[in-house]
């Protein structure tokens, strides 16, 4: 009798031990003080997101190197019309700073931007006559590939108030066609990194 009692009373205590220290669900929600909200599943904080769009910007060059075009990221919709307002804004200071710009003229206006099938129509104002014909190499090219970048676009045509024009290749020769990244190869900066060069065994 007296061993059954021993372990009643051992089982109560051990009982009783466990609940206490079991979480507790609170009968009501709580604000979770912020000292403590990272340790709750927050998002932890970092950089500001830089968004999903993609323009072309020129890449400073170094000596006889050729000048590159670089994409860099914009926090703007996917909406052909707003990615190449932001192309045409140019580089932001960070960018600048890291030798970054553009090639396109200034007083460049963009007059509509539309996607029909897997086309992209780009109208702009015609401020092209005082550049370079290397210049405006870069500046159709840039345009070209800021397009490719919309969702669902494979090729661009680009017009000045609303005429087709002749436009230069990558090459040097001109063209009246729709234009695709392929015209101008050479022109975007590769994003592989070169291959590691290997000493011949001795």
């Known amino acids: 009798m007296r061993r059954r009692l021993v372990a009643t009373v051992t ?25 403590q909200r990272g340790q709750f599943g927050a998002t932890a904080s970092g950089d500001a997101a830089a968004g999903t769009a993609r323009i072309f910007l020129l890449v400073s060059s170094a000596g006889d190197q050729e000048a590159k075009l670089r994409s860099v ?43 029909r099938g897997r086309v992209l129509t780009i109208d702009v104002t015609d401020s092209f006559d005082e550049m370079t014909p290397d210049a405006l190499r870069l500046a159709v090219a840039q345009l070209v590939a800021t397009g490719d970048e919309v969702e669902g676009v494979e090729k661009v045509r680009l017009r000045i108030d609303g005429n087709n024009q002749v436009w230069p290749l990558g090459d040097g020769e001109n063209a ?5 990244v392929y015209d101008y190869p050479g022109f975007i900066e590769s994003t592989q990194p070169p291959y590691p060069a290997f000493s011949a065994a001795s």
């Open 11 to 35: 089982a109560l205590v051990v009982l009783t031990t466990a609940t206490s220290c079991a979480i507790q669900e609170d009968a009501r929600p709580r604000t979770i003080p912020e000292d």
């Open 176 to 180: 009246d066609r729709l234009l695709t």
């Open 73 to 115: 990221l914009r926090d703007v919709p996917n909406d052909p019309e707003d990615i190449l307002q932001s192309l045409l804004a140019g580089a932001n200071a960070i960018e600048e700073d890291g030798g970054l710009s553009s090639v396109l003229p200034d007083d460049l206006e963009l007059l509509s931007a539309r996607v």
